[in-house]
Every structure is written in C-alpha cells, then in structure tokens.
C-alpha cells in the first residue's frame, strides 16, 4: 500500500508563516513526513542536473552535541530532533557524476546519445570557462542553498519549522563529520517543531527597493 | 479594495510538476500575479536579514535582446514576458545596510536596542573572520539562490513557468545593464508560460545518494 502523503499547509501561508526556530520541542518528526521533505527538497533544480547537494542528517544526540560545539554553541543545534550539515560537493564536476547523470537521464527518459556527447563536452567547458562564476564555492553554494529552500518550504507546509543557520566554523564541521576537503558545507538546518520563544518578524525591503527596472538601479514602478 | 491572491496549485504538485521552461508562448503574466511571485520571492531568509538580493527585472524587448547577447544567443531569454537578472550585491555587508535592516526591525517589531548593538557588532566581525565561506562572491550567491529558489516555487503555484540558468556571460550581462563591480550576478530567470517542447525529465539521485547519516558518506538507512 502506497500512503500518498500531502502538505496541510498552503505556499503562500508556508512562504509567509515561516520564521527561523530558535529552540525547538522534543517532538519527533514522523519518518513519513521526514522523508518526504527529504525528497522533496532534493527535486530542486541544477545546472545541467548535477546535484551537487549532499546532507548529512543528523539524529543522534552525540552528533548533534558535537555539531553544537562548532556552532557557537546555539541550542537549537541540540534541541532540534533532526539536524541537516547542508553541503555541495565539488567533486560533482567530474567525469564520474556526468556519467551518474547521463544514466539518471536515460532511466528517467530525458536522455539521448546527442544529449550525452554534448553534456560530455560542455560540462568540462563551464568548469573551464567558468563564465558564470569565480570559484567553485559559489556554484556549489548556488545549487545547495537552491534545494535548501525547496527543503524549508516544504517542511513548512508540512508544519515542520526549521531555523536556516549560516553560524557555524566550516573547519570545524568538516574535521567533526569527516567531510571531505572538496565539499563546501553551506549552512545548517535545523528542523522541527518551534518552541517559544518564538523569533520575531524582522521586516523585508520593499519590493520597490529590491527589484529594478531594466537596468541596474532603477527602481522598479509597481502598477496593478 | 484588496484582492487576496492564493496559489492555483499546491505545494508538492508545485515542486513535483516544475520543469525549467525551454521555449514560452508570448502570453503575459498578469501584473498583479506579478507582483505576488515577486513578494513572496524575497520573503526568502537572509543572514542577519541583511537580504542581498537585487533583481533587474526585464521585460522590454530590446533589454531582453540585450541579455540574449551574453547569454549564448539562448532563446527563451527573449520568448519569455518577463526575465530577472538575480543579483547579489556585496555592498550590502556594510553600515548603510545593516543601519536599514535595524530601521527596517523596528518597523516590523523585532528589534530592540540590545538587538541592535549586537548586530552592529556582530555583523562585521562575520564579514572579518568568515567563518563560513570563503569568498563574498558566495556569500552573495548563497542567499540570492535561497529567494530564487522562493521565485520559482511561488511562480509555479500560480502556474507561471521559470527557466533558472546559468548560461551566461557575467562580465558582458554586468556591463550591458550597468550592475556594479561589487555586485554578482548570480542567475537568470526567464517567468512565463511554456510552450512546447518541454524538457523531459531529468530525473534525481535517490535520497540515499544524496543524504547521509550522521557522518558524510555513510547513506542514510530509509525506514519508514
């Protein structure tokens, strides 16, 4: 039997209801609902399918202590009854993922030989060329953090909080979990149910302050 | 009058239904829809909600022609109605900014003097020691992709189509639309309605692929 499992709570509620979680309730979250936010957020789209996102899901209390540790010492690291260590793997870029990804394509039915050739050839190019970007921190962090927010969103309407944390000493984290010297860890998510004392909201520019008009500057005229 | 907008399709057919949109029809999107994908795209979280993301929204055909030009002639950057050059900028990590975001806190009701002081304090000291990335060029991608990734996900609840890619010339794109040196550009976003051909589907990694447990490699045991 197949459990088809659906969000309760709707995008535009989940997008704005959501809030960092400061300290989290020892509730457990439902492994049903856990792995469906798992891949869920893993549906995220890359550059020519990539995927350079990797997880580690923490759920031990030892770990999580050990993560505490190289994190300022926040709470929510500990109290939270699961923990992502959100990384992109540069590694990714390499011969042996493009073919990962070819295959992938073939099984999924959106793969030809004419694709393959030229994946095969453009994606050594970009990392080459690298017209897009400086270094490969910025990609992987691009892709991740792109699958970070679907992770978020999708928790969120589920009823799941989480805290996005980008206070964390990366050596640190990479000696403790054995990360290897090519993967970049990108933040830390923490993810559960909010216990108070809920994080006030802190506001957004205004989208005429944030999005301009045809060139660099100009603000944007909102007309509806 | 206000109009309460909600999203046509939920979150996980959202998510799960997504393809990026090679080619679109020339229909445009509705200014007031809009306007809601480009709200809720920047209500995305930021580090110390210091939000660096800027967007130059396109939506003339010469600008658009523009883009194409360092964007390896790729056609849905003029097909669709709109396109957004996502940008971070890294101008934001100073006073200016930090002093906005504080104003901005105290409008919203989730700053105190304390809060303030803290933040004046703690948010140089980040940009000094880096504890977490290496460059500035990822600090910026790694929150402009967190808002795009919010873009993509409203835009497609409310049935419009997106394109995020990352073919394109970041020198010439900056120099045609007068960005900045200290400003990165991070993606582009062509929004619309596809036409056909669609992509076929690409296909994922399976969540034990791509998330670990409690170490990194050691894949995560799915039981459910």
């Keep these: 039997m197949t459990i088809e499992i659906q969000p309760s709570i709707n995008l535009k509620t989940a997008i704005e209801s959501r809030r960092a979680a400061r ?26 399918n990539l995927q350079p996102w990797r997880f580690i899901v923490l759920q031990d209390a030892a770990s999580k202590e050990k993560l505490k540790a190289c994190a300022f010492d926040q709470r929510q690291v500990v109290e939270a009854p699961v923990v992502l260590i959100c990384c992109g793997d540069r590694r990714t870029t390499q011969t042996e993922n493009i073919e990962a990804v070819i295959e992938l394509g073939k099984a999924a039915g959106g793969m030809n030989d004419n694709l393959a050739s030229y994946l095969r050839q453009a994606i050594p190019q ?3 060329n690298r017209p897009c970007f400086e270094s490969l921190e910025t990609w992987t962090n691009r892709h991740t953090m792109l699958a970070v927010a679907h992770l978020m969103i999708a928790a969120q309407s589920f009823g799941v909080d989480s805290c996005p944390m980008e206070g964390f000493a990366a050596v640190k984290v990479k000696e403790a979990f054995q990360i290897p010297e090519e993967v970049d860890v990108c933040c830390l998510l923490p993810l559960g149910y909010a216990a108070e004392p809920f994080k006030q909201y802190g506001g957004r520019f205004d989208v005429t302050q944030v999005y301009y008009s045809e060139n660099y500057g100009k603000p944007l005229q909102v007309e509806i």
Tied chains: 1, 2.
């Design 23 to 48: 300290s989290f309730k020892p509730d457990l979250i439902p492994p049903a609902i856990l792995i469906e936010i798992l891949r869920l957020g893993v549906r995220s789209p890359s550059g020519y």
């Design 126 to 128: 970009l990392f080459e």
